[in-house]
């Protein structure tokens, strides 16, 4: 998908209106429109990059500067005990706009999102084995 028909480009750009929660240079942040629960905000880059290893390491790093404090503010004007950040990566992750987006999701303690965390175990040789393919690729 070009930077011209996406939507987030258009938002971070201000052409589309949205509810924005901060800006600067290289950052826009603005309230979910479909809100996993209130306060549920994204945290984009105003370039357009698809996915995160798109995005040049200054890009990384702007957002990466802003991301804590506006959790903190999402937090703590939420009245939550903590927060998720969350990248959906390609479609089998949940990616459905094709600009990179970070979600911060308020949390309360037993709030029923992300219920369970399906923790695995490895069996013998196989952390050794995937290790050493994922060291590979970098
Ligand atoms: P993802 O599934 O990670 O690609 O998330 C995309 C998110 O963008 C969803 O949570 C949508 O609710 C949100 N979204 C889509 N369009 C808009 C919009 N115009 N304003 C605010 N949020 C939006
Ligand atoms: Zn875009």
Redesign the pocket.
């Known amino acids: 998908m070009s930077a011209q028909d996406c939507?987030f480009c258009k938002?971070g750009g201000g052409a589309?209106p949205?509810a924005m929660v901060f800006q600067n240079d290289d950052v826009f942040a603005?309230?979910?429109?479909?809100p996993i629960r209130e306060g549920h905000t994204?945290v984009i880059p105003k370039q357009h990059y698809e996915k995160m290893e798109d995005c040049p390491p200054q890009t990384l790093a702007a957002i990466g500067a802003v991301l804590g404090n506006i959790a903190k503010a999402v937090v703590e004007a939420t009245g939550a005990d903590g927060y998720n950040v969350l990248c959906?990566r390609g479609r089998a992750a949940?990616?459905?706009?094709q600009h990179v987006?970070f979600?911060i999701i308020p949390r309360t303690e037993g709030d029923g999102i992300f219920h369970r965390w399906p923790a695995g175990k490895y069996k013998p040789g196989q952390a050794e084995e995937i290790l050493r393919r994922i060291r590979e690729k970098l």
Not at 30 to 34: K, T
Not at 94 to 97: I, K, R, W
């Open positions: 939507i938002i589309i949205s603005f309230l979910d429109i479909g994204l959906n949940g990616q459905l706009v987006h979600h």
